[in-house]
């Protein structure tokens, strides 16, 4: 599926939203990006070396290490870098790393014999190094020179040493929230081995259980009002009570939720299978709540569910296919589908995409001067798709979105769409375009996760930007728990007409 996109950083690390670029000698600010995991297996990628790596590389000064040169090397830069050479934004920053290399060399009495001192500062130098590096700005918000304060606001309220793990991490946190952005977080170690999909042992009976419940995934919390939907799993008991993404939970059981922290919530959602529980939701436009009742229950995520489904009196089968979520075991049941489906000459095919959140799908490769390869259909490297992908069908295609159709999800739909190999129909999309690395931290296995570059469809479509994908067929309406007649759907009746229309 990677072959139908494009996947771009932004094509101009000077404009608005474009990481740091603030030219070769410049960027020993920058220092070096050791290693980082790709988003999509956590796979390893080649490390990015920068200019000037001798005065990036950790020195000490008067015995303490700094992943920064010195003010004595920065003076020098600044001197030898004119400021015309830089935007105004860039030059700034340069300013105030400036400041803070001054004050880090001013901390000898506050550092001296603190090992910790000394270890959590370097900790959070790599990971402001790694959002200057790489982070990526879909919306064009971000300032070189606010983040280079941020990092010595950071340490300032400090007082000049975190003295330990758990206040440096609480730091990194904060910092990272300060990007505004909501998918770049810091992540602690157990979050981390999750998220590369590397549990402990101890972790395994942890994860089991997320799968037990109703299938609510939590979004922000409203102040005065309570939990905000961010999504349903598919088939899930909450998805079958036609709880839809953006729902506010106002209580669980009668127990009012605004005072009700995220584990709070996730502790009183989950519990024994069978157990029953009482969502009461509003929404908008509507002036009342309802209450919902649900079961909880094991909720496993096969990545495919198909049905033939009957077009008409002749009983003449359209191929329904629901994609749960993103993965090559998807990727290849859905290849399987569609040829099966070609040589029983089906009417068509629904994809239906609704509630699926996605998963990063390809990895950006990046060459040594740190700018992104492109990958365009049609026109692929044979070292990434040996072999360029081919037509699997020539029947009518029709694919249900929704609010909770995300990121790859989005990139598959924006991809067919742009090519004119299907119709859109349901409501508009999540607007999730853009891509996450992992990178890992020099501490006991904490991580960052950062938004590095966006996905543009065949025709230059910004999903992002332009805050998801529209239908051409506007259809409110849910799956039913997996009933698939059109009179239990009205998207799937929606879809039925068009594939009958067209066939």
């Not at 598959?412 to 690395?437: C, S």
Request: charged share 20%.
């Amino acid at each position: 599926m990677g072959a139908l996109l494009q996947s771009r950083d932004s094509g101009d690390r000077s404009g608005q939203g474009a990481p740091i670029s603030w030219g070769s000698r410049a960027s020993l600010f920058l220092g070096h990006a050791d290693s980082c995991y790709g988003a999509d297996e956590g796979l390893p990628l080649s490390s990015i070396p920068l200019s000037y790596d001798a005065l990036t590389s950790r020195r000490h000064h008067k015995g303490r290490p700094s992943i920064l040169p010195s003010s004595e090397e920065t003076a020098a830069l600044l001197e030898l870098e004119k400021e015309d050479l830089f935007t105004k934004d860039a030059w700034e920053g340069m300013l105030k790393i400036s400041d803070y290399v001054k004050y880090v060399e001013g901390l000898e009495a506050v550092e001296d014999g603190e090992h910790n001192c000394v270890d959590n500062r370097l900790l959070l130098e790599k990971a402001w190094q790694v959002v200057a590096n790489e982070f990526y700005d879909c919306k064009g918000r971000f300032s070189q020179a606010a983040w280079a304060g941020q990092l010595l606001q950071t340490l300032q309220d400090a007082g000049g040493c975190l003295h330990t793990r758990s206040q440096t991490y609480t730091a990194l946190k904060a910092m990272m929230a300060s990007l505004g952005d909501r998918y770049t977080e810091f992540l602690l170690p157990s979050q981390f081995r999750q998220a590369l999909r590397r549990p402990q042992p101890i972790e395994r009976d942890y994860l089991e259980a997320q799968f037990t419940g109703v299938g609510v995934q939590l979004g922000e919390h409203s102040r005065g009002q309570g939990w905000i939907v961010d999504g349903c799993l598919a088939e899930s008991p909450a998805e079958e009570a036609g709880i839809l993404q953006g729902d506010l939970i106002t209580e669980i059981d009668g127990y009012p939720t605004d005072s009700l922290t995220r584990a709070d919530m996730v502790s009183l959602l989950r519990g024994p299978s069978s157990s029953g529980l009482i969502l009461t939701v509003s929404r908008e436009g509507l002036s009342h709540t309802r209450a919902v009742y649900m079961e909880r229950r094991p909720l496993p995520q096969p990545p495919i569910k198909e049905a033939n489904i009957l077009l008409d009196s002749n009983k003449r089968p359209t191929q329904y296919v629901r994609m749960h979520y993103v993965s090559s075991s998807a990727t290849r049941q859905m290849a399987s589908l569609l040829r099966r489906g070609q040589k029983d000459d089906v009417a068509g095919f629904i994809l239906d995409l609704r509630n699926n959140p996605g998963q990063p799908i390809a990895q950006t490769v990046r060459n040594q001067e740190v700018i992104d390869n492109v990958w365009v259909a049609g026109d692929l490297s044979s070292e990434v798709f040996p072999q360029q992908p081919a037509q699997l069908t020539t029947k009518p295609v029709v694919i249900l979105v929704n609010s909770g159709t995300a990121s790859a999800a989005e990139v598959l739909t924006g991809a067919l769409h742009d090519n004119h190999r299907a119709t859109v129909v349901g409501q508009k999309t999540f607007g999730k375009g853009v891509v996450q690395f992992y990178f890992p931290m020099d501490d006991a296995g904490s991580g960052l996760k950062v938004t590095v570059s966006k996905y543009l469809g065949p025709t230059g479509y910004d999903i992002s930007r332009n805050g998801g994908i529209t239908p051409d067929i506007t259809c409110n309406d849910y799956p039913h728990g997996g009933l698939l007649t059109a009179s239990d759907d009205r998207c799937i009746a929606a879809a039925l007409r068009l594939i009958q229309a067209a066939s």
